[in-house]
Each structure stands twice: as structure tokens, then as C-alpha cells.
């Protein structure tokens, strides 16, 4: 769980939700390309090549969800951000659990 500090100001906490929010989408697209790649029938079999491979679907991944095009982080930090104004207005430091 992200924790908010009482001393950060609310564009951080966004910042913070927002960046956060990304890279769960950069890990769920990490994990959809790697289940992609494992129904390709592959002649390379190389423990080296498979790690590239993968190193470049985390890269990959990443950048995708740079674009925001899937919409899963927007989405997230949409749902999320009431929850960051509403502990800055009821003066809690945003670690209770509902």
C-alpha cells in the first residue's frame, strides 16, 4: 500500500498515485506479452536469448504504459485520487484501512 505522509502536498501524493498507477499497468503488460510469448513455438531455446527476450518485453511494457493508451492506470488513478483529498481533508495520514 502507498503510503501518504502528512507533510507532502497533494500534487505529490497525485504524482505519487499517478507514477504508481503506471507501473502496475508496465507490470500487468509486462506479464500479458510474457504469457503472449509463450504460445509462440520458438527454435531458440537459449537461456540467454530468452532472458533478452524478456528484458526487452519489460522494456517494451514499460513504454507502453507511457502512452497510456490501455487506460488501466488512468483508470486506477481516477478511481484512487478521491481517496488522496479525502485524507488531506479529514486530516488522516491516509494508512487506515476501511
Given at each position: ?9 497533494i ?8 507514477d504508481a498507477?503506471?507501473?502496475?499497468e ?12 509463450r ?13 533478452y527476450t524478456?528484458m ?13 493508451q490501455?487506460?488501466?492506470s ?14 488531506r481533508?479529514?486530516?488522516g495520514?491516509?494508512?487506515?484501512e476501511?
Open positions: 500500500m502507498m503510503r501518504v505522509e502528512p507533510r507532502e502536498t500534487d505529490f501524493q497525485r504524482w505519487k498515485l499517478r498507477a503506471r507501473q502496475l508496465a507490470q500487468f503488460l509486462h506479464q500479458l506479452l510474457r504469457a503472449m510469448r504460445t509462440i513455438v520458438s527454435t531458440r531455446s537459449s537461456h540467454t536469448a530468452q532472458m524478456d526487452m518485453d519489460e522494456s517494451l511494457a514499460r513504454q507502453l504504459a507511457q502512452t497510456e490501455l487506460g488501466l488512468r483508470l486506477l488513478y481516477e478511481k484512487l485520487s478521491p481517496y488522496l483529498q479525502a485524507s481533508q479529514s486530516g495520514n491516509g494508512n487506515e476501511s
